[in-house]
């Protein structure tokens, strides 16, 4: 599965008006609803990079979560990442770098993007894990991108960015096991949520969705179908959990938050005064164990044999629980 098909190469010719020349497969969309292939068209230099969405309700999840509400929830993701490139994705500059579309289509639930291929653009490398000075990288282009949309609310995006977030995630929160964290589920993200500065989260911040340049100075983003409202800290969180390695976490997670919110402070716009800054800073990083714990809840149901649940996550999540109790 998850090759690139007849009917996908003739919708791009379609709505570019170009012949296609030749694709390549990046990869097929998760669970073979579609394939991202960077193709090339005639007459044009650069390549671009297509993400085709062609939804199957029948496919079976590899975890065994298949539902008409994660089908649903999947294509409303589609639907809600062509409005981000569409409408927010102009707002981004160099700071918080984001591939341009250049070509947009949808039919019932399938859709076609045809994006800027940020290789061509210099960001040709990608990583599994990041040190500490390449995790600044990123923790600098969140800094950026929550700043520029702080205190925006949009209707079209997600009411909580993320993909784990606790109001579409019933079924895992059923499945956890009888406990602290699970009675506290809602309590935990009503404290993230509630938080009087939100911005528009990046909602999926792994470091497998972001491109680097040679040197690891910059990066640009992609993978945007769980933006939505929330506290930026649930992005950083989720972020410095996929790209450190438990030891880095460990000894240095003071000094990335540092570095973010240094970041963010001289980002946030000059309409807010020194003390709002100060008080955001403030409320959001309080907020960090809370992410940990809200995220560990997600896989706690979702897969509770998970790599990501280690002594870390258990203790930061402890520690909210023990706030709550306080």
Not at 111 to 131: K, P, Q, Y
Not at 159 to 175: K, N
């Amino acid at each position: 599965m998850g090759l690139i098909t007849p009917e996908q190469i003739t919708w791009v010719e379609r709505i570019t008006g170009r012949p296609v020349e030749n694709t390549s497969l990046i990869q097929s969309l998760w669970n073979d609803y579609g394939a991202c292939f960077r193709a090339k068209l005639v007459n044009i230099d650069a390549p671009v990079v297509v993400k085709c969405v062609t939804p199957n309700p029948e496919a079976k999840h590899p975890r065994g979560w298949q539902s008409n509400h994660g089908h649903n929830r999947k294509v409303r993701s589609f639907q809600i990442e062509q409005y981000f490139y569409g409408n927010l994705q102009p707002l981004t500059h160099l700071n918080c770098q984001v591939p341009r579309s250049l070509y947009a289509d949808t039919d019932g639930d399938a859709s076609l993007l045809v994006l800027e291929d940020l290789d061509h653009l210099g960001f040709t490398a990608r990583r599994n894990t990041l040190s500490l000075s390449e995790a600044c990288v990123v923790l600098k282009w969140l800094a950026n991108f929550h700043a520029l949309f702080i205190n925006t609310r949009d209707t079209s995006v997600w009411p909580q960015g993320g993909y784990w977030h606790l109001a579409t995630r019933q079924a895992e929160l059923q499945a956890m096991e009888d406990g602290p964290l699970k009675k506290n589920a809602k309590v935990i993200s009503d404290r993230l949520h509630n938080t009087p500065y939100s911005t528009i989260l990046h909602g999926d911040a792994k470091v497998a969705n972001f491109c680097f340049n040679q040197c690891m100075t910059q990066c640009a983003a992609v993978d945007f179908q769980y933006v939505g409202q929330g506290p930026g800290i649930i992005d950083v969180a989720y972020f410095l959990g996929s790209a450190l390695s438990e030891k880095d976490l460990d000894e240095s997670t003071d000094f990335c938050l540092d570095r973010y919110f240094e970041w963010l402070g001289q980002a946030l716009p000059e309409t807010m005064s020194q003390g709002e800054k100060e008080t955001l800073i403030s409320q959001w990083r309080a907020l960090y164990v809370f992410a940990c714990a809200d995220f560990h809840r997600f896989l706690a149901g979702w897969s509770p044999e998970h790599w990501k649940i280690n002594s870390l996550i258990a203790q930061q999540t402890q520690q909210a629980l023990n706030q709550l109790n306080k």
